[in-house]
């Protein structure tokens, strides 16, 4: 079970849910199984015209529909994709179509439905207590299970072993009672997701195959018919497939669908993505969220860097937390008026930090920093370009006119580079324009900042940076 699929607490069972099973007869409860369940809930969620998979960004017009259809056929599904590419996050959303409560056998560890036992002794408990059968109540976010493929991984951590304590017991090894049920059982009626499936060795693979086809469960020498009502799901890099392992071909025939995912397709999507994921300790101005979305589709695109290992979108997120840290931090050392807020001048921060991140091809061995360093200068023009192209920024060049310079960089407060600045044409149409509408001291800085490296950039300053961090632009 995940941490994330699971809420820090789980709510309160309603008090007007059947408590027996006489009760949950006479209320009318139907038996579902769980990919009817999920077809019908989603078929809700459609036409009602809301969101099917919360918190999923760049997805709604290539895989989500892709998906939904899946679902609708009632599939078992592989995700494929590099990595960073939000397929957990994917499949963990699959629990918001599921009833919020379901009925089970109290006590049964394979969460049993009352109308459909499964065990021996759950059967006989019927038999036993008919109407008067106790029912207990299971919260959706329960009936999720995931496993990260190791390859220490066991048939009996995925489908179950037996149990040494219930043969010291008094038990027979032939008595079904003795079997502990792994991970896989003990979801049955939920969603099981398998992360990395590649790395799963293959003779564990095999063990899966009934799973998937017959819907039963075979260990040792047992031979179980357990009608398991499961919907598996996994997810898996395509680099896998050659290098680190192999999905064995009987399991990728078992799944219904091969689905594959990808990055944003668009710098807005990218961005929209970072704003949700990103946890930033200050503000970082929507004109650097652009610059550092670019600035990751450029790493992923460059020729330097090595196409099969994928460049993920927490690249992109811990980048932008980089640079939030790097204003807070100069906001503390100058005393900084205010919240503080990111610059153009914080990005570089994060090209020492995320190198590690970044898989380059063989060659490149030594210009890691240069090459990363070259795509954000190109991301920071590209986004002046969408931003700021046609706008006049004269005035901006005037500022340095006669020799004179602006200093700027970690140690140097917002309010000290707008007293060097002072009163600008067009500075208004320029904060406007990088969605800077209403600024703050820090705010004006950034936008500021933003067009003193932009005229940089395209060779209408100078601009020289000192060994004491300070950033000097002239003309």
């Known amino acids: 079970m995940t941490s994330s699929a699971v809420p820090a607490t789980l709510p309160d069972v309603p008090a007007d849910l059947p408590r027996t099973l006489g009760a949950l007869r006479a209320a009318g409860v139907e038996y579902r199984g769980i990919k009817t369940e999920l077809r019908e809930n989603l078929l809700d969620r459609m036409r009602a015209g809301g969101k ?3 918190g999923v960004v760049g997805y709604e017009e290539t895989v989500e529909p892709e998906l939904e259809r899946a679902l609708l056929a009632g599939h078992d599904i592989v995700l494929l994709g590099e990595r960073g590419q939000g397929k957990t996050r994917l499949l963990r959303s699959l629990v918001g179509l599921l009833d919020e409560w379901t009925p089970v056998i109290e006590g049964s560890e394979l969460n049993e439905h009352p109308y459909a036992p499964l065990s021996a002794a759950s059967r006989r408990r019927v038999r036993e207590l008919g109407a008067d059968l106790p029912v207990g109540w299971l919260h959706r976010s329960l009936r999720y299970g995931e496993k990260l493929a190791t390859p220490d991984t066991s048939v009996g951590d995925l489908i179950g072993d037996v149990d040494p304590v219930k043969v ?7 008595d079904p009672e003795t079997i502990h049920f792994g991970l896989v059982p003990r979801t049955n009626r939920g969603i099981f997701a398998i992360n990395e499936l590649p790395d799963l060795a293959e003779r564990i693979q095999v ?3 009934n799973v ?5 469960i075979q260990v040792r020498g047992y031979q179980l018919r357990l009608p398991l009502d499961v919907l598996l799901v996994a997810s898996a890099n395509p680099e896998d497939y050659t290098n680190r392992g192999r999905i064995i071909t009987p399991l990728k025939d078992r799944f219904g669908a091969e689905i594959r995912t990808h990055y944003p397709l668009e710098v807005a999507l990218e961005v929209e993505l970072v704003r949700q994921e990103a946890d930033a300790v200050a503000e970082v101005p929507e004109h650097l969220l ?17 196409p099969a290992s994928g460049v993920s979108a927490r690249f992109t997120i811990a980048a932008v937390e980089t640079v939030a840290a790097a204003a807070l931090r100069r906001s503390a050392l100058t005393d900084e008026a205010g ?3 990111a610059r153009v001048g914080d990005l570089w921060s994060v090209v020492p930090v995320l190198g590690g991140k970044v898989e380059f091809e063989q060659g490149e061995e030594g210009r890691e ?6 795509l954000l200068r190109v991301a920071v023009a590209e986004t002046y370009r969408a931003r700021l192209g046609g706008a006049e920024l004269g005035a901006f060049a005037e500022l340095v006119a006669e020799g004179r310079t602006i200093e700027t960089g970690e140690l140097v407060a917002a309010e000290r580079l707008l007293e060097q600045v002072g009163s600008v044409a067009g500075l208004g149409q320029v904060l406007d324009r990088l969605g800077l509408e209403d ?13 003193l490296e932009a005229l940089h950039l395209t060779r209408r300053l100078d601009k020289i940076v000192l060994e004491d961090g300070r950033t000097v632009y002239g003309g």
């Open 52 to 54: 099917r998979f919360p």
């Open 168 to 174: 010291a017991e008094g038990r027979t090894l032939g």
């Open 207 to 209: 063990a899966l195959l």
């Open 212 to 216: 998937l086809e017959e819907r039963d």
């Open 290 to 306: 652009e610059v550092l979305a670019r600035f990751t589709r450029g790493v992923r695109e460059s020729p330097a860097v090595d």
């Open 339 to 341: 919240a503080p807020v």
């Open 369 to 374: 920093a240069e090459v990363l360093q070259h």
């Open 439 to 451: 600024p703050s001291p820090g705010r004006a800085a950034s936008g500021v900042e933003f067009v």
